[in-house]
């Protein structure tokens, strides 16, 4: 086993290997090569470039992280160059090997990984997906269509959803939960224009063209571009459905450009557009924000879908 004690050119960092194995040898540009089993001190500065520092640590069975107790010896103005690269490259080999006195943070950004809701039975059951609409935003949760159509397939239920999601956000959703054969998965497609943009530790969802949009960076994401990854996206759903013999239906609660790409997806229900084209009159009625479908819409699309439902082609 070889035993390495990581830190900067001062005495300390000898005294703390020889503690551990008082035959700690001093790694060198004269001896970093090769190295036998045992216990060994070196640092950046004794060594004459990265690319020698990874070549040493490659050799390692365990790093011990040994900071000096004061500033490091390049401390220059609060910053050491020194400490920078050793703690970057213990980052890297912190997957290959043990490393010892030297805490990394958990990532900041937990919520990339959450999922919206978790499996609820053992038994087959239905998934539903989808933006702010199928969230039930401007109705109660009990009559948003999703749980409309549980009640009626007597089923228990898991909501993907979120207010202001993207198509590859829910596809994300879809791909990582725990969807198994039988189950249905009932997808609410929203407007390929919506991008989810994360920050802070938090997601925002917002509109190619919008004033949030402009004053973004994200100068990469054209109206094309956003398309393309929209379709890819569903594209892999239906993969996915297929593949572990789940029932999905795409219903095109808020989307009129991917559904030209999914014309020949059997379980396709198209809600979109059937009624009014300003923001008014988009729904055969308005919940409680004013925005969003009221109940009557919800109880149309818990049909529309049920219906569906039962003439769909079963997985392959």
Not at 92 to 105: A, E, L, M, P
Not at 133 to 149: A, F, K, P, W
Not at 154 to 168: C, K, Y
Request: with cysteine; proline share 3%; glycine share 6%.
């Amino acid at each position: 086993m070889i035993t390495i004690y990581l830190g900067d050119v001062s005495d300390y960092l000898r005294q703390q290997a020889i503690k551990s194995d008082p035959a700690a040898q001093l790694i060198t540009v004269e001896n970093y090569k090769n190295l036998n089993t045992g216990t060994y001190f070196t640092s950046l500065g004794e060594l004459s470039s990265l690319t020698m520092l990874g070549e040493v640590l490659q050799q390692a069975d365990c790093i011990v992280y040994s900071p000096p107790p004061g500033e490091w010896s390049d401390c220059f103005f609060g910053k050491s160059h020194m400490q920078t690269w050793t703690e970057d490259y213990l980052d890297i080999f912190k997957f290959r090997c043990k490393i010892q006195n030297y805490n990394t943070k958990a990532p900041e950004f937990d919520q990339i990984l959450t999922l919206a809701d978790t499996r609820k039975t053992d038994s087959s059951q239905l998934w539903i997906a989808g933006c702010s609409i199928t969230h039930g935003e401007g109705v109660s949760d009990n009559m948003r269509y999703g749980q409309l159509l549980a009640e009626r397939l007597d089923t228990d239920v898991s909501f993907l959803t979120r207010r202001g999601s993207s198509i590859a956000w829910a596809a994300d959703q879809i791909l990582r939960s725990d969807i198994r054969p039988n189950d249905t998965v009932v997808w609410g497609l929203t407007a390929h224009a919506r991008l989810m943009r994360f920050e802070m530790n938090k997601f925002k969802g917002f509109v190619l063209g919008s004033k949030e949009h402009t004053q973004s960076t994200m100068d990469y994401c054209t109206s094309d571009q956003a398309l393309y990854h929209s379709v890819i996206a569903v594209h892999q759903v239906i993969n996915f459905c297929a593949k572990i013999h789940a029932k999905l239906i795409l219903a095109s609660v808020f989307d009129r450009s991917v559904v030209d790409y999914i014309q020949d997806f059997p379980n396709l229900v198209m809600l979109n557009g059937l009624w009014g084209r300003d923001i008014g009159h988009m729904f055969m009625d308005l919940g409680s924000d004013s925005i969003h479908p009221g109940i009557k819409t919800h109880e149309f699309y818990a049909d529309q879908i049920y219906q569906k439902i039962q003439t769909s082609v079963a997985p392959t």
